[in-house]
């Protein structure tokens, strides 16, 4: 049986609709990133940034190692430091998820139609230059 998928390709206005809602299936599915990108908003929350560790000073004043830390300040920095890597897993696969769209955008649109984005730096910001077109 032969595969009857459509690719679509944004080549015109014309298609806008269609090649937008593939952009927003794949940006409000499970990692839900369309509040970053969405092209009607005229600000969007800044994309998160991935933490750094916790410093073991943090529970510790002067600690350098958690060599430094007794058993009570030991488990508060393993919760903190479990914590800080739970929340930097969640923000790199929303990261990931965008990185995902922008590829797609850049295999999805014409060049005639690229030009209207080269300038552009982040997903937000292409997809309104390719709205306003």
């Known amino acids: 049986m032969a595969n ?4 679509i390709v944004l ?3 014309d298609n806008w609709d269609d090649w937008i809602f593939v952009v927003k299936s794949m940006a409000t599915g499970r990692r839900n990133v369309w509040k970053y990108i969405n092209p009607d908003l005229q600000n969007p929350p800044e994309l998160p940034i991935i933490p750094e560790n916790p410093l073991v000073s943090e529970v510790k004043r002067g600690a350098n190692s958690i060599l430094d830390l007794d058993q009570k300040k030991l488990e508060h920095y393993k919760f903190l430091y479990t914590q800080t890597q739970n929340q930097a897993s969640d923000i790199a696969r929303i990261l990931d998820q965008i990185q995902l769209i922008r590829e797609w955008i850049l295999n999805h649109t014409t060049p005639a139609i690229l ?15 390719l709205a306003k077109r």
């Open 11 to 13: 080549s015109s206005q």
């Open 4 to 7: 009857s998928s459509k690719i």
């Open 115 to 129: 030009k209207y984005i080269r300038n552009e730096c982040e997903v937000h910001g292409m997809l309104k230059g």
